[in-house]
């Protein structure tokens, strides 16, 4: 079992509409979970951090979290064209951030 | 400016060269990272340092050495030992290893 798992993709989403990336992890005493945004040829950049259960809001992006469950998403409103991308979850576990695969997200105009 | 620098940004070897790739930061973080991602994969972590003249390996240290003599610098070397070193190698530093990460703009390796 991976220890941090993610949907490749890609996620199709027309533009104007919210975008829904999920996130499942496997240390259960994890603590800090990121979002990471990574455009092709690029260095991922950091977009939501989340440390406690439920809802975190920053601008269109937000992001929930689910220790119970294991499980962060991360929502965007209004998608647009610039979000196209693919984005990364992020798990800190063992004095370590462990890195999902990502998800291709793109959308359509 | 504040941030994380790699150079070069793209690499060409031969195989059978070591090769060393740069990265600094000034940051001030105590944290720094070194990642390598594959087309279509995830990130890998090679090694990672919490203090200066500390290091401990990650999922995939094998034919890569790196040193921490100074807060702001990281270097890795890709050693011939590697058997597939073309990749994009990127390096991240943080201020403790629960918080953000962030990244420097990485180097493309390519060893033919």
């Known amino acids: 079992q991976k220890e941090v798992e993610q949907n490749s993709g890609p996620l199709s989403v027309p533009e104007g509409a919210i975008a829904s990336l999920n996130c499942t992890y496997s240390d259960r005493v994890s603590q800090s979970f990121f979002w990471y945004r990574q455009y092709s040829g690029k260095s991922p950049e950091l977009i939501m951090s989340i440390y406690s259960n439920g809802d975190k809001e920053d601008g269109r992006f937000t992001a929930q979290l689910n220790k119970a469950s294991q499980y962060v998403s991360l929502l965007i409103r209004d998608s647009q064209p610039s979000d196209s991308a693919t984005y990364l979850c992020?798990?800190?576990?063992?004095?370590?951030?462990?890195f999902g695969s990502g998800t291709r997200l793109s959308i359509r105009p | 400016d504040g941030g994380i620098t790699q150079s070069p940004k793209y690499l060409f070897r031969k195989e059978g060269q070591n090769v060393t790739l740069s990265c600094e930061q000034n940051l001030n973080h105590d944290a720094m990272y070194w990642y390598r991602q594959d087309p279509g994969q995830g990130l890998r972590l090679i090694y990672y340092?919490?203090?200066?003249?500390?290091?401990q390996k990650g999922d995939i240290a094998e034919g890569y050495s790196v040193s921490r003599e100074k807060k702001e610098s990281f270097p890795l070397t890709v050693t011939s030992a590697q058997k597939n070193p073309t990749a994009f190698y990127l390096c991240?530093?943080?201020?403790?290893?629960?918080?953000?990460?962030?990244f420097g703009p990485g180097t493309r390796l390519t060893v033919t």
């Open positions: 992020a798990v800190h576990s063992a004095s370590k951030i462990i």
């Open positions: 340092s919490q203090i200066v003249n500390d290091f």
């Open positions: 991240a530093s943080s201020t403790s290893p629960s918080y953000e990460q962030y």
